[in-house]
């Protein structure tokens, strides 16, 4: 759904960008806490979560490039919001996708640099605040189990993407560059993007179902999560001694999640994405079967060596789409890690001022 320059006009763009300003604003001041917290039973501590943002941002830029057939003629990826969110908390998740989105746009001439407000309200701020608010209202009524979390990443992340086709109708209503009906226009994004969605719904509910089992409290949706170490007695499985689990638990490092993530979307990025679906995205087939395209402008960055995600002066497509991936990967990974650990820094700096202060 990265939505390319002349789509909007320029005041709604630029009406766009001071939200999504704002937004990220707001998210750095929440993502200090996030990345901030301290360690414990119920806690997030920054030595944990800001490495694994960092891999969220570059796993989501993978899987934003496995395209996976939808319908005829039209297919769909991560958006990403969901999964960002329930893994390391909806501030951190905003910015996540902010990352993700930035290094597309300027790396990959893909979502253009006059929409990348557009862009990062749609597909960040949007997806983010209904799906995080969905997954916790869920998780409040469920059993708290490993189940219901999944159960309500799957409902929450399918939600949220039409949620993000309705944000982008509505920009489009009020600066939309082509007179096309936007009862049309809406009726046509909701319909591709709820199929699209449940593609998401299933990525988002595979990937935190994967984490929570090995490591429940690395999930910011989890926090409070019981998992009993289970222990093989005379040939059956049963719950261990709550004195043995801490030790269990401080044996699985994780480090060895990181090195898995990272491994992962590489792979994703660097081989599985060369037999991704070609074909038009649910936003690039709507502008095309209903003419919002017909304003659409070359990508600013289209000169790129990296542009539609192939390097410049590599022949073999498998190899040029494989290197671009991942360069793109290590790309987000370095830049989000290191944002990352820059607010969490910033985060301990104040505590340090404040109990100084106190002490004084």
């Not at 289209?302 to 192939?310: K, N, Q, V």
Request: charged residues 15%; positive net charge; aromatic residues 6%.
């Amino acid at each position: 759904m990265h939505v390319p320059d002349g789509f909007i006009n320029a005041p709604v763009s630029a009406a766009a960008g001071f939200v999504a300003a704002g937004a990220v604003a707001v998210a750095l001041r929440g993502a200090r806490r996030e990345l901030g917290g301290t360690s414990g039973a119920e806690g997030h501590g920054g030595e944990r979560t800001a490495p694994l943002a960092g891999l969220v941002a570059a796993f989501v830029f993978a899987v934003q490039m496995l395209n996976f057939p939808v319908a005829a003629g039209t297919s769909g990826h991560l958006l990403g919001g969901a999964l960002a969110a329930i893994l390391v908390g909806p501030y951190t998740g905003v910015l996540c996708i902010a990352v993700v989105l930035l290094m597309q746009g300027v790396l990959f001439a893909d979502g253009g640099l006059t929409a990348l407000g557009v862009n990062v309200t749609v597909m960040g701020v949007v997806t983010v605040v209904v799906a995080y608010a969905l997954f916790r209202g869920l998780v409040l009524v469920l059993p708290r189990t490993r189940r219901s979390v999944t159960v309500a990443s799957f409902v929450a992340a399918l939600v949220s993407v039409p949620a993000a086709a309705t944000a982008f109708t509505a920009i489009y209503a009020l600066g939309g560059t082509t007179d096309v009906p936007i009862g049309k226009v809406l009726t046509a994004m909701v319909g591709v993007h709820v199929l699209i969605g449940v593609g998401e719904a299933v990525i988002t509910m595979l990937t935190v179902g994967a984490v929570i089992a090995v490591r429940p409290d690395l999930v910011h949706g989890a926090r409070g999560l019981t998992t009993p170490l289970k222990l093989r007695v005379g040939g059956e499985l049963v719950d261990a001694a709550p004195a043995a689990r801490p030790a269990a638990a401080a044996a699985r490092s994780p480090r060895r999640l990181w090195i898995a993530g990272v491994v992962t979307a590489l792979v994703l990025a660097g081989f599985v994405s060369f037999y991704a679906s070609g074909s038009p995205d649910g936003l690039e087939k709507v502008a095309a079967d209903k003419g919002i395209d017909a304003q659409a402008k070359p990508h600013a960055a289209a000169d790129s060596p990296l542009a539609d995600y192939g390097v410049k002066d590599v022949s073999d497509a498998r190899l040029s789409g494989g290197l671009a991936g991942v360069i793109g990967v290590g790309a987000t990974l370095a830049v989000g890690t290191g944002a990352f650990w820059v607010v969490r820094r910033r985060r301990t700096a104040d505590r340090t001022a404040a109990s100084a202060s106190e002490t004084v």
